[in-house]
């Protein structure tokens, strides 16, 4: 089992800065990625970024390019994403997500390709 704790979201304004925090716990290891999902009000949850353990590979949904970053650090079992330039689009919850995919070179994207998912943390982006 694995276990994942979010935290660091909170209340922005519009252009301001948020840096999200994942910790990972148990049977985690250098076979598993890390993603940050999102969900908006009455909308579905959506892919936002994805990091492989060794940090070599990341992709990013294209409606945060350019303004998130997702980092991990390893020692720490932690994955982070850093949020810039917010725009009231981005309020949502967010959900930390890992799972071991088939095979290394496979990066899913895909809600339903992740086995483990935290309880979430709200971010707010006022205009």
């Known amino acids: 089992q694995v276990q994942l704790v979010e935290s660091g979201g909170g209340l922005v304004q519009a252009g301001g800065s948020l840096r999200l925090s994942c910790a990972a716990s148990?049977?985690?290891?250098?076979?598993?990625?890390m993603a940050w999902f999102r969900q908006g009000l009455d909308k579905e949850r959506e892919f936002v970024a994805v990091i492989t353990w060794s940090g070599g590979v990341t992709y990013l949904a294209d409606s945060v390019k350019g303004r998130f970053t997702i980092l991990r650090d390893n020692a720490k079992n932690t994955v982070f994403l850093q949020m810039n330039s917010l725009k009231p689009e981005d309020t949502a919850v967010y959900y930390c997500?890992?799972?071991?995919?088939?095979?290394?070179?496979?990066?899913?994207?895909?809600?339903?390709?992740?086995?483990?998912w935290g309880q979430g943390t709200q971010v707010t982006v006022s205009s």
């Open positions: 997500a890992a799972t071991r995919p088939p095979y290394r070179a496979y990066v899913p994207r895909a809600r339903h390709e992740y086995d483990y």
């Open positions: 148990g049977r985690i290891d250098s076979g598993y990625v």
